[in-house]
């Protein structure tokens, strides 16, 4: 026995110890839903024999009880690194289709109110010109239906210009987030290494942090690297976006101009670091940015260029069939659709004739061998309306982005299932399971029980040695 | 996967991840029987949405060939009516020549009544060769006028003759038919001269007695007659051809609806099955979800 008191101060030890135990627990327990929340595990550290005793002398302890080690998180870092990926990979998934959904509803086919049916609708009515080349009413269908062809290809450009305006703000708004979130980490980062300088407990700095790095992995597809003293980099593109305690801001270089409008080029990114150095350009490998991106630069103009090239293989063949023809005063056909910006064919798309009569469906005209105006031949009403041969371009454009859209779902989906996965293993190691901490709490409480059953016998020995040795005679 | 620690947060999320994946089935599955359409966007099915456009387009063509088939038959019909009455007044008219030959047996006055009938037929022709179908004269070729022919047989409007498209109706695709046919080609023979100059010629004759005018407008009458009747035969293989190919559209019509329903529209019977069955799923989803509430270890502790 090493000293008279030192088997209260191993039940002492233990006191304290079960004590942390049931702490331990007991957070747990209160952080069970928590988002982010890592179980923790405390670490008992038997105390040994003192290791290096004085010199000539001998110690013959045994053990002197127990003390915490420390507290253990439960993560696994690897883990960890494939979560972020895989949400990265989710949230470019979802957010590619949620706007691709959005524009194949705009685009409304097969239906009997989207651009197929105004085009057939058109070309009946330049039949039923045909019939009765005389008749006003007929003349007023035809404009009319002319019209309509001309509003859905305004309708359809319309809805990709408007989503393509959508996907910018969100550009412009995630680039917000992705900074404020960048800065929130390298203040994280600071409050790390100073709390584990200092030596105090840092696990939950730990979870902010993880959380935050998971958040920039969304939205960026960033990759994140734990550093030795706890803290956590994230480059992006290469370039670093947090380093220890600083973090850089993300500005948008090229592509979206102040208002928010398009200028012209395609989007770009650069990286102002704190030290005044840009990193420029800089491409985000996933998560929501590339996604809007991916819809800003590719996906939606694309689209919009075939619309476009359908609408000008339209207008040019119909305008030709038309400036062969006369109308009804004998005059040669003008021009009857008209496209004023030629970056946006479909959007600019207008019907130029007003005047009923001066729809060119004769074949014979004022000019010699003359024929008296006006005339009720409808030789070109028929030329007119074969002219009309877009609908195998327009049903081959559907179908191409129906199927892109059906391939984005079907992706998304299958990442979904995937993530999931990956989030439930993760779950499996960090989540608390609310039995366990039970009886946890249950063991530190009977440990607890136990130790302070043996500082009472400790106790009681003790008073017979003090209080009841050399009292005989008494 | 086997699974070594399972918590309460495990167990939640996977019955509401399940709970959200019955739900989404059966919101497919009302979608599909409160539109009543299988495909609902292009997403859905891509190669059917093609088939889908490829069929209304197709059907909407059919449907015009049926219009244009019916006018072009309400044209040919009536000129094939205008032909018949008139054909039966100019072998009238002929026979009234024959008596008017006859001048042996006919006095002047007799003459002169013939004269008055001939005269009669005379005008009744004109008024026929002027029948309208639709505000248009049936022998006018592409006249913008209201009649072909004036109250001196003459035609009014000389250039809206013989342009040679006439007029013509789509009945079939790249197939046109011309439907009318112009006044001189019926009326005047290949010297030029028409129905209604031997009409009048002959009524001069008859009035002035000039036997050889009247003998040879026999002949010229007969030839007249002829014509008509040919031309009516004519008329009548083009309306045989053009209720053909109505009557192809029409089964062309039928057949591409059916096609079109096939492909885009949902089979109701299976439809109700299926979201029975999938609200079934859900249910029984959401008891699941509600067992996750488990008491846990702690209800039995003490």
Known sequence: ?474 | MTLSRMTQNMMSRQSFAGMQTAMDRVAKSQEQLTTGRLINRPSDDPTGATTAMRLRSSLSSQQQYVRNADDAIGWLDQTDTTLGSMASQITRAHDLALQGANTGAMSSDARAALATEVDQIRSGLISSANARYLDRPLFGGITTRTAAYDENGDVIDPPAMGTGTGVVRTIADGQQIRIDVEGPDVFEGADGVSVFTHLADLSAALKSGDTTVIKSSIGKLKDDGDRVVNVRSEIGARTVRVENARSVADDATLTLTNALSNVENVDLAKATVELSLREVAYKAALGATARVLQPSLLDYLR
Do not use: C
Request: overall charge negative.
């Open chain 1, 1 to 474: 026995m090493a000293g008279a008191f030192s088997s209260i101060n191993t039940a002492l030890s233990a006191l304290r110890y079960q004590q942390s135990a049931l702490d331990i627990a007991s957070t747990n327990i209160a952080n069970a839903s928590t988002d982010g929340y890592v179980r923790r595990r405390v670490v008992g550290q038997t105390v040994g024999a003192a290791a290096a005793p004085a010199v000539w002398s001998r110690s013959n302890e045994i053990g002197s009880g127990v003390q915490s080690s420390g507290v253990q998180r439960m993560v696994d870092p690897l883990l960890d690194a494939r979560v972020r990926r895989e949400h990265g990979r989710l949230t470019y998934l979802d957010t590619k289709a949620a706007a691709m959904s959005r524009v194949e509803t705009g685009i409304n086919e097969p239906s009997t109110t989207g651009v197929a049916k105004a085009v057939d609708t058109f070309r009946t009515s330049l039949d039923d010109l045909n019939n009765a080349p005389n008749s006003d009413a007929a003349r007023s269908q035809v404009l009319a239906n002319a019209n309509l062809v001309a509003d859905s290809f305004n309708t359809q450009s319309r809805n990709l210009q408007d989503e393509m305006g959508d996907q910018r703000a969100r550009v412009v708004a995630t680039v917000k987030e992705i900074n404020t979130v960048a800065q929130q980490l390298a203040d994280t980062n600071r409050s790390i290494s100073a709390s584990s300088g200092g030596g105090s407990d840092t696990a939950t700095l730990m979870d902010t942090r993880d959380q935050l790095a998971l958040r920039l992995s969304e939205l960026t597809g960033a990759t994140a690297t734990p550093q030795a003293d706890g803290t956590m980099d994230i480059t992006l593109g290469g370039a670093s976006l947090v380093s220890g305690r600083d973090a850089a801001t993300l500005e948008v270089s090229a592509g979206i101009a102040a208002d928010g409008t398009a200028d012209g080029s395609a989007v770009a990114f650069s990286l102002t670091q704190p030290d005044g150095s840009v990193d420029d350009p800089v491409v985000p490998s996933g998560g929501q940015l590339a996604a809007s991106v991916e819809l800003i630069d590719h996906v939606l103009p694309d689209y919009a260029a075939d619309l476009d090239a359908l609408v000008e293989q339209f207008t040019t063949a119909f305008n030709d069939a038309h400036a062969l023809g006369f109308d009804a005063a004998g005059a040669q056909g003008g021009e009857f659709f008209h496209s004023s910006d030629p970056d946006d064919l479909a959007g600019s798309l207008r019907v130029v004739v007003t005047d009923r009569s001066k729809i060119a469906v004769s074949s014979i005209g004022a000019t010699p061998p003359a024929l008296p105006t006006p005339n009720n031949d409808t030789g070109n009403a028929a030329k007119l309306a074969d002219s009309i041969t877009i609908q195998d371009g327009y049903q081959r454009l559907v179908n191409g982005f129906g199927s892109a859209v059906a391939t984005v779902q079907r992706l998304a989906a299958n990442q979904s299932t995937m993530t999931t996965q990956v989030d439930a293993a993760r779950e499996q190691q960090t989540g608390v399971s609310l039995d366990e901490e039970s009886v946890n709490m249950l063991m530190a409480q009977r440990s607890y029980e136990a130790a302070a059953r043996v500082m009472t016998t400790v106790d009681e020995m003790l008073d017979t040695l003090i209080n009841r040795t050399g009292v005989v005679g008494r």
